[in-house]
């Protein structure tokens, strides 16, 4: 049987959810993945699930191309989301130039961001911002000695509420001379890589 052909000999092929699925890459552990550890798989969930990822196909998409996450990277941040996944993917979504922006700055790549972003689930834009807005504490925790994958292996699915506060306390057991709570001044974090934390400690108190 042939297609059926439009006037403008075209014919519209429409993909399955499931086909959808398969080609931004979720799988069936993927998928459980979100409803969270602990939680019952119910099928009403689950087709939630599936049918919300599917209806922001491409959303996903171009998130995924912008950033380099894949399916099992998606599935990570947005673990324990279950019914509230819309909730997740339209955090991820709206904050898809900032996830970019931090890949794209070299210093954590795709798996080592999503790894620190582990378990936020509905909450993923709160944890977002505590990372985002912790960039040059980051820099300078990478700087001062620790490996990327060791930082997002230590920031590994730790609670949202706490994931800045941990931010805070690596950075400040690297640099004891400035507080948790010190906001560094961009490029700042040079001078701390050139080893004068108290420097700049001083610098900031001049500057109060």
Same mark, same amino acid.
């Given at each position: 049987?042939?297609?059926?052909?439009?006037?403008?000999?075209?014919?519209?092929?429409?993909?399955?959810?499931?086909?959808? #699925?398969?080609?931004?890459?979720?799988?069936?552990?993927? @998928?459980?993945? @979100?409803?969270?550890?602990?939680? =019952?798989?119910? *099928?009403?969930?689950?087709?939630?699930?599936?049918?919300?990822?599917?209806? =922001?196909?491409?959303?996903?998409?171009?998130?995924?191309?912008?950033?380099?996450?894949?399916?099992?990277?998606?599935?990570?941040? #947005?673990?324990?989301?279950?019914?509230?996944?819309?909730?997740?993917?339209?955090?991820?979504?709206?904050?898809?130039?900032?996830?970019?922006?931090?890949?794209?700055?070299?210093?954590?790549?795709?798996?080592?961001?999503?790894?620190?972003?582990?378990?936020?689930?509905?909450?993923?834009?709160?944890? @977002?911002?505590?990372?985002?807005? =912790?960039?040059?504490?980051?820099?300078?925790?990478?700087?001062?000695?620790?490996?990327?994958?060791?930082?997002?292996? =230590?920031?590994?699915?730790?609670?949202?509420?706490?994931?800045?506060?941990?931010?805070?306390?690596?950075?400040?057991?690297?640099? *004891?001379?400035?507080?948790?709570?010190?906001?560094? *001044?961009?490029?700042?974090?040079?001078?701390?890589?050139?080893?004068? *934390?108290?420097?700049?400690?001083?610098?900031?108190?001049?500057?109060?």
């Amino acid at each position: 049987m042939g297609y059926n052909h439009c006037s403008t000999n075209e014919h519209v092929v429409t993909e399955s959810a499931d086909d959808i #699925l398969k080609r931004l890459g979720f799988t069936e552990k993927n @998928i459980s993945s @979100i409803v969270g550890r602990g939680k =019952r798989n119910s *099928p009403k969930t689950l087709q939630l699930i599936r049918e919300t990822l599917t209806a =922001r196909a491409d959303d996903l998409a171009a998130l995924m191309e912008a950033t380099g996450f894949d399916a099992k990277s998606l599935s990570s941040m #947005l673990h324990g989301a279950g019914a509230h996944i819309a909730t997740g993917i339209e955090a991820l979504v709206a904050n898809k130039d900032k996830l970019k922006g931090m890949v794209d700055a070299g210093t954590f790549d795709a798996k080592s961001l999503s790894s620190m972003l582990n378990g936020a689930g509905a909450h993923i834009a709160e944890a @977002i911002d505590a990372i985002y807005t =912790r960039q040059d504490k980051l820099n300078a925790i990478v700087r001062g000695g620790f490996a990327a994958t060791e930082v997002a292996t =230590r920031l590994h699915a730790v609670a949202t509420s706490d994931l800045g506060a941990e931010i805070d306390a690596l950075y400040t057991s690297l640099y *004891p001379e400035l507080n948790s709570n010190t906001v560094i *001044p961009a490029g700042a974090e040079a001078q701390i890589v050139d080893g004068s *934390p108290a420097t700049l400690a001083a610098q900031q108190q001049v500057e109060k």
